[in-house]
């Protein structure tokens, strides 16, 4: 047996990948073990080699590897595109003869999958033949490997479901019958996580907890998940889900029903939420909650549409005109997306400011298991509301101590509430007054930040004082963990939250390090220069990557142990 295992099924648009890899990722979380999967696809409709990428392993694992122990090839091209990333010892399954490919090599194992397929009822049900194939190669179960066809396929009737066990089935027989190649099996754990998720889905999950009751996006890959998902549960919890004709419209009309009372939120890319900044400073004047996903990928322009990036951590710190106090919160995990959807609400509602919530394509398309989310964290906090009678509020915007005055609810707890987006005085009219003027912004800027400030999650810290400690934000936190479970005398920071900046507990954690290494998504490392503008503290050097590829755990220890 073995400690752990990466499998790649790849080929084109349209043969299944995706239902193939979370067929697989299912069978081994059911079967107790830790899994962590990656996608990898084209933005064309149709053409190039995709590829579902899975980690499973006896023990936790939360970042992708760099090569793969074993790999299935669905169309010729995945062939070559694949053999670069094989392991020593791997072996890639492939249709030598479907593909045209005369000359076998060693690493190969031929398997006639679409013959199979079409026993099974017709050339798409390859997928799941090679689901059988990679069981057996493997030492998995083929009734575990039967039942996750069965559940990825059942919501298409009971007939599709058959076809694809039986699918399954036949690529187990041949290779049991036919093939003398295996791969040492994976030592099963006893996790006892029970859920499979991706960022986006968590995400989305976290803001219907919350109650979210209002969700408007223009699609936008890679945040199009997260309304797919509020959409998924939209009729049960009673939420209104609006496809915006653009993203202007969708974050004005975010900012118009958290006006109304309704928790709200919309989500973007980098492009759609540069079109937001003018609503998101129209949340800030109005003093109005807004809860928004920035969800990265490259740029600039189209840049990598379906690809992953952390290149507009300054872009959200700063967005919007004017000076205005926000949240930015950065999480590493789907368990920590869940959470920090909910705190979005709160923060949101409480400090009445914009709260963002910035992840990227490989945190919201990465698969992982984990316990299920407790509904009861986070529980709401809608904060300061005017509740004292059906009559005009006299002053919406009147100073206070912290920066926030009592928000009505038109209708409901007020017949009338100003919503100025001019410069305005207390009860909301239109001012030219400077000494207004410095009042306001206090409060929308210092008095709110400093609120803000008190109540920052601190960064998370492993291994304090270690001779390099590495330091990242958002989707590095899996990446980061691994390498320091790795590596001798390695440790790590990762900021779950962006902004305000915890500067006392990121100084705190850096002090007594050998070396410091930022690890981001960029070119520029954006962190390390966000880490010393905020504390003074130089980072000795950064990890960077910017391909448009997820950091692998062997390029990060890589890293760590040829004192980058």
């Known amino acids: 047996m073995n400690t752990e295992i990466s499998v790649r099924i790849s080929g084109e648009a349209g043969q299944g990948i995706v239902s193939a890899g979370m067929m697989l990722a299912r069978l081994y979380k059911d079967s107790g073990r830790h899994v962590f999967a990656i996608q990898d696809y084209m933005s064309r409709i149709r053409g190039g080699t995709n590829f579902f990428q899975v980690r499973a392993a006896a023990a936790p694992v939360h970042s992708p590897r760099e090569k793969c122990d074993l790999m299935i090839a669905l169309d010729k091209d995945a062939v070559e595109a694949g053999l670069p990333a094989l392991a020593a010892g791997g072996l890639l399954v492939l249709d030598r003869n479907k593909y045209g490919l005369a000359e076998p090599r060693e690493s190969w194992v031929d398997v006639p999958l679409y013959a199979l397929a079409q026993e099974a009822g017709g050339p798409i049900y390859a997928n799941s033949v090679a689901l059988g194939v ?98 998924d549960h939209a009729a049960r919890f009673g939420i209104i889900v609006e496809q915006a004709e653009d993203e202007i419209a969708a974050v004005n009309m975010a900012v118009g029903a958290a006006y109304a009372g309704v928790r709200a939120m919309t989500a973007s890319s980098g492009g759609g939420f ?150 305005h005085g207390p009860e909301g009219h239109i001012t030219e007054l400077a000494g207004v003027r410095i009042k306001m912004t206090d409060k929308r800027l210092r008095l709110k930040l400093a609120g803000l400030a008190g109540e920052v999650l601190p960064p998370t810290v492993v291994n304090a004082g270690a001779k390099t400690m590495l330091c990242g934000f958002g989707s590095t936190l899996g990446v980061m963990r691994d390498a320091c479970a790795a590596v001798k005398d390695a440790g790590f920071v990762h900021l779950p939250q962006v902004w305000p900046f915890p500067a006392a507990g990121m100084s705190a954690a850096l002090k007594g390090a050998g070396r410091v290494l930022t690890v981001e998504g960029n070119a520029t490392g954006q962190l390390a220069r966000l880490l010393r503008r905020e504390t003074g503290l130089q980072a000795d050097g950064s990890v960077l990557k910017y391909d448009g590829r997820p950091f692998t755990l062997d390029e990060v220890t890589a890293a760590l142990e040829g004192g980058h």
């Open 274 to 423: 540069a079109l937001m900044c003018e609503g998101l400073s129209l949340a800030a004047m109005t003093e109005t909650p807004l809860v928004l996903a920035v969800v990265m990928r490259p740029g600039p322009a189209t840049g990598f549409p379906t690809r992953t990036a952390q290149e507009d951590l300054e872009f959200v710190l700063h967005a919007g005109h004017g000076e205005f106090a926000r949240a930015v919160y950065a999480p590493g995990s789907p368990a920590e997306c869940f959470l920090a959807a909910k705190r979005a609400f709160n923060t949101a509602e409480r400090w009445q400011v914009p709260a963002l919530l910035l992840s990227d394509q490989h945190l919201a398309e990465s698969f992982t298991n984990i316990a299920a989310p407790d509904p009861a964290a986070e529980p709401p906090d809608r904060g300061r509301l005017f509740t004292s009678g059906f009559d005009a509020l006299a002053d919406r915007y009147a100073y206070s101590e912290d920066g926030v005055s009592p928000r009505p609810v038109p209708g409901r707890s007020c017949a009338l509430a100003a919503a100025d987006s001019d410069e």
């Open 134 to 231: 990679i069981a057996a190669l493997t030492g998995e179960s083929p009734d575990n490997a039967v039942k996750a066809a069965v559940r990825e396929f059942s919501s298409k009737g009971a007939a599709a479901a058959e076809k694809n066990a039986e699918a399954v089935r036949k690529g187990f027989a041949h290779v049991s019958a036919h093939v003398k190649e295996r791969l040492p099996g994976v030592d099963a754990g006893a996790h006892g996580a029970d859920c499979l998720l991706a960022g986006n889905e968590a995400l989305a999950l976290g803001a219907v907890s919350a109650g979210c009751k209002f969700y408007t996006a223009y699609p936008m890959s890679p945040a199009t998940g997260i309304m797919n998902t509020v959409a």
